[in-house]
């Protein structure tokens, strides 16, 4: 591959730009986004991606990191997470959409604390592309019957009557769901 050559294939950028386009962003955050999809090389040498979404703080990222690492043993699957994507991006929303439209899966782990991944959740069910390609690890805890919200508890139940809701309690439980993703 030469130094002028993108190791994105064309079709991915094509549709990145339009999409950027539509937009009306400035010249440099559409650079700085076509930059990012360039880091993503390994989601286009490898037959399976995963974007993994969930909890950054110090607890739950473990357990992110745990589920990241399990995929990460397959053969030919590539596994991340949204911050292992560098640049300074204004609209997250917008450099969610442009990893998930590439990526074949898109997995969240589920836990009640703080800050959860609640927007993302909203549109994994609220596109057909995007919920037809989830799966939400999602932690069930013994003392409580309602540990999320409603609005979640719906975005569950959706994922329960695809067959794409996998429940765990312990990091054992957490790992043995991970390897049931296709």
């Given at each position: 591959?030469?130094?002028?050559?993108?190791?994105?294939?064309?079709?991915?950028?094509?549709?990145?730009?339009?999409?950027?386009?539509?937009?009306?962003?400035?010249?440099?955050?559409?650079?700085?986004?076509?930059?990012?999809?360039?880091?993503?090389?390994?989601?286009?040498?490898?037959?399976?991606?995963?974007?993994?979404?969930?909890?950054?703080?110090?607890?739950?990222?473990?357990?992110?990191?745990?589920?990241?690492?399990?995929?990460?043993?397959?053969?030919?699957?590539?596994?991340?997470?949204?911050?292992?994507?560098?640049?300074?991006?204004?609209?997250?929303?917008?450099?969610?959409?442009?990893?998930?439209?590439?990526?074949?899966?898109?997995?969240?782990?589920?836990?009640?604390?703080p800050s959860d991944f609640l927007?993302?959740?909203?549109?994994?069910?609220?596109?057909?592309?995007?919920?037809?390609?989830?799966?939400?690890?999602?932690?069930?805890?013994?003392?409580?019957?309602?540990?999320?919200?409603?609005?979640?508890?719906?975005?569950?139940?959706?994922?329960?009557?695809?067959?794409?809701?996998?429940?765990?309690?312990?990091?054992?439980?957490?790992?043995?769901?991970?390897?049931?993703?296709?």
């Amino acid at each position: 591959m030469s130094d002028e050559e993108s190791p994105v294939p064309e079709e991915i950028l094509t549709s990145a730009k339009e999409r950027l386009d539509a937009e009306e962003i400035s010249l440099a955050d559409n650079e700085e986004i076509l930059h990012a999809l360039t880091e993503l090389t390994p989601v286009y040498e490898n037959d399976r991606s995963y974007f993994v979404l969930g909890n950054y703080d110090r607890e739950p990222i473990r357990r992110l990191n745990l589920v990241i690492d399990r995929l990460n043993r397959r053969q030919d699957a590539y596994a991340f997470r949204m911050v292992d994507i560098h640049g300074e991006w204004d609209n997250s929303i917008q450099k969610f959409c442009l990893i998930a439209d590439i990526v074949t899966h898109l997995v969240g782990v589920a836990e009640k604390e703080p800050s959860d991944f609640l927007v993302e959740q909203g549109l994994l069910v609220g596109t057909t592309e995007y919920f037809s390609k989830s799966h939400v690890l999602k932690r069930e805890y013994e003392d409580e019957s309602h540990p999320f919200g409603w609005m979640q508890d719906g975005v569950f139940e959706l994922f329960e009557r695809a067959d794409r809701l996998y429940r765990w309690q312990t990091e054992e439980e957490l790992v043995e769901t991970t390897e049931e993703l296709p």
